[in-house]
């Protein structure tokens, strides 16, 4: 299809999620701390700052800061939204973990109040990276937490453990409470929030426009990237089994690729091309993050189609699907050679895109 790529804003500063209001203007976090309020066109509201005051204090150390955020579906009349983002621990400097917090937005003062923490990642630990973490409603308006596992490899096996926050996704009420409905696990410890575990560092997710389910996609280490139908209960296998090899080496992660209880892909990349991978050499990763289904009428060809966005890949990935298979996988805006972040689509129908860098940019593909 012939797709046309619009630059509508620039400057941000590593950007790393967007929500849409449903008046059409747009929330765009900055991963060093900031929140910034734009019209659906990119420009500031009003023509002026853009910035969102009342934040809470976030740590923007290695991969982790302000990260996503997403929009109640009652804004209208609660005007809430909710950020996700790292936070350090109290007592502790050196302990950190990802949080969620709700607060109630003014858009005409661009500002924050009655800001609560409603989760936190427990427990928090000595690390910089796989914060996770994207938030997404369900249908009966609880929410889905995405979380990674902290990347250490001395806690690497804690995403199997149901007493801790490493590799999961997390169920929640607006109110922070565990949400109804979620899996009993009959563990001794588990914390009720969990819906799935046994995954790495999910940084994409979304709810299929049909069925209601949650996809997610998670970051394999060297090689091994994956799309996940997030369902409640079930293993996704990490550290256990994995099409990813260990860092610089060649050598498979975990038990290999397939366990009895444990959950197999939908797809996964074990090349940053995607092309296939020739056993006897090293697997590259695509890094994917932001994760959007297409259900638009602006773009026809591409309706029902699942994109991915990728970092290491600097590429927008279409995955065509035949229920839940994927039967196809189309790189995009790769020659842009930009870092893709986060993937939405607007109320007007087209595809947004945030790419990740100093200068990050807000992009539109329309025809």
Do not use: C
Not at 50 to 72: H, I
Not at 183 to 198: D, E, K, L, R, T
């Amino acid at each position: 299809m012939n797709v046309k790529v619009v630059e509508l804003a620039s400057g941000f500063a590593n950007p790393w999620g967007l929500a849409f209001l449903p008046d059409g203007k747009l929330l765009v976090t900055q991963r060093s701390g900031q929140l910034r309020l734009r019209n659906a066109d990119g420009t500031p509201v009003n023509g002026g700052a853009d910035q969102v005051s009342g934040l809470p204090v976030v740590e923007a150390v290695g991969q982790g800061g302000l990260l996503d955020v997403a929009v109640d579906p009652a804004f209208a009349t609660n005007r809430r939204i909710y950020f996700s983002y790292a936070e350090r621990d109290g007592t502790d400097a050196s302990f950190n973990g990802t949080a969620v917090a709700r607060a109630e937005l003014d858009t005409a003062n661009r500002s924050l109040s009655n800001l609560v923490v409603i989760f936190r990642q427990l427990p928090k630990a000595q690390s910089s990276a796989h914060f996770g973490s994207r938030l997404v409603f369900d249908r009966s308006g609880h929410l889905f937490i995405t979380l990674g596992e902290r990347l250490n490899n001395d806690q690497r096996g804690f995403s199997q453990d149901l007493t801790r926050g490493h590799g999961k996704v997390m169920r929640i009420t607006t109110d922070g409470a565990p949400a109804p409905g979620n899996p009993n696990f009959g563990v001794g410890g588990a914390q009720p929030q969990i819906w799935s575990y046994g995954h790495r560092n999910v940084q994409g997710a979304a709810l299929h426009p049909s069925t209601g389910e949650l996809w997610v996609n998670e970051h394999g280490p060297q090689g091994g990237d994956e799309v996940n139908l997030a369902l409640p209960g079930r293993n996704y296998g990490w550290p256990v089994i994995s099409y990813g090899q260990e860092y610089g080496t060649l050598t498979q992660v975990g038990e290999g690729t397939a366990k009895a209880g444990m959950e197999q892909p939908l797809s996964y990349w074990e090349k940053i091309d995607g092309l296939a991978w020739t056993p006897g050499t090293q697997k590259s990763s695509i890094a994917p993050s932001g994760m959007a289904f297409y259900s638009g009428d602006a773009l026809p060809d591409w309706k029902g189609s699942l994109f991915v966005g990728a970092l290491a890949g600097t590429a927008l990935w279409r995955l065509t699907l035949s229920g839940n298979t994927v039967t196809a996988r189309e790189r995009l805006l790769a020659d842009r050679g930009e870092r893709i972040r986060d993937v939405r689509q607007g109320p007007d129908g087209w595809l947004y895109v945030l790419t990740d860098s100093s200068n990050g940019k807000l992009l539109r593909l329309e025809r």
